[in-house]
T-cell receptor, first 112, second 117 residues
Framework: DAGVTQSPTHLIKTRGQHVTLRCSPI?????VSWYQQVLGQGPQFIFQ???????GRGNFPDRFSARQFPNYSSELNVNALLLGDSALYLC???????????FGPGTRLTVT | AQTVTQSQPEMSVQEAETVTLSCTYDTSESDYYLFWYKQPPSRQMILVIRQEAYKQQNATENRFSVNFQKAAKSFSLKISDSQLGDAAMYFCAYRVNYGGSQGNLIFGKGTKLSVKP
C-alpha cells in the first residue's frame, strides 16, 4: 500500500504570496494532521481534520487554513507569506483521530 | 500545557555499540502515549516505538527499547547493536489526550545521532 504522499516536494514563493500544499493519506485513513517543522526544531502541530471536519488547531495565525475532501485528501493554505513561514510542512494520516500517525515526506517551502 | 525536552542535541555511537537517547516531559494527564520518531536526511518521519503510560512494561521493537519512568516523567530510547542506517534525527513525542489539540503530537527539539563505522 502507498504511504502518505505530499505535493509538491519543494516550493519557492515570494513574501505576500499565497501557497497551497496537498496531502493524500494512506488508503482507509480518515484523519489528516499538518505540522510545520522549522530548520533545527521538532514539528509543531497546525491542524487536524477528521471526517472532513476540523477537530484540532494549533497556535498558528489565521493566515493558515486547511480543508479535507470527501476522499480524505487535504490541502493546507497559507496566505500573505512571511519569511518565517519557510519550513518543512509535514502531513500525517491515521486511521482514526486517536490512532498512530504516519508521516509523509513533507513539502519544503522557501519564502524569499 | 505539555512540554517535551530532549537535552542532547547530538550524540555519537560506534557501530555495533549501544546508545541511549534521553527525553523528559511534563504533563498533568495520567493517561497518555509517548513515541520515538526517526527522521533520516530523506526527511520522512518514521515511527520507531511507542509506549502507553498505563503499561508498566517497557516497549521493545527489535534493537530498540525504551526505559519509561512515569514518576520521573522520563522516556529514554536505547538502540542496541547500532547500525550505520540508524544515523538520523530522533524525536521524542507526546500525544495530547485532552483539549483543542487532542490526538496530536508535541515534539522535542530532537537529537542528532551519528554512527561511526
Amino acid at each position: 500500500d502507498a504511504g502518505v504522499t505530499q505535493s509538491p516536494t519543494h516550493l519557492i514563493k515570494t513574501r505576500g504570496q499565497h501557497v497551497t500544499l496537498r496531502c493524500s493519506p494512506i488508503s482507509g485513513h480518515k484523519s489528516v494532521s499538518w505540522y510545520q517543522q522549522v530548520l533545527g526544531q521538532g514539528p509543531q502541530f497546525i491542524f487536524q481534520y477528521y471526517e472532513k471536519e476540523e477537530r484540532g488547531r494549533g497556535n498558528f495565525p489565521d493566515r493558515f487554513s486547511a480543508r479535507q475532501f470527501p476522499n480524505y485528501s487535504s490541502e493546507l493554505n497559507v496566505n500573505a507569506l512571511l519569511l518565517g513561514d519557510s519550513a518543512l510542512y509535514l502531513c500525517a494520516s491515521s486511521f482514526e483521530w486517536f490512532y498512530e500517525q504516519y508521516f509523509g515526506p513533507g513539502t519544503r517551502l522557501t519564502v524569499t | 500545557a505539555q512540554t517535551v525536552t530532549q537535552s542532547q542535541p547530538e550524540m555519537s555511537v560506534q557501530e555495533a555499540e549501544t546508545v541511549t537517547l534521553s527525553c523528559t516531559y511534563d504533563t498533568s494527564e495520567s493517561d497518555y502515549y509517548l513515541f520515538w520518531y526517526k527522521q533520516p536526511p530523506s526527511r520522512q518521519m518514521i515511527l520507531v516505538i511507542r509506549q502507553e503510560a498505563y503499561k508498566q512494561q517497557n516497549a521493545t521493537e527489535n534493537r530498540f527499547s525504551v526505559n519509561f519512568q512515569k514518576a520521573a516523567k522520563s522516556f529514554s530510547l536505547k538502540i542496541s547493536d547500532s547500525q550505520l542506517g540508524d544515523a538520523a534525527m530522533y524525536f521524542c513525542a507526546y500525544r495530547v489526550n485532552y483539549g483543542g489539540s487532542q490526538g496530536n503530537l508535541i515534539f522535542g527539539k530532537g537529537t542528532k545521532l551519528s554512527v561511526k563505522p
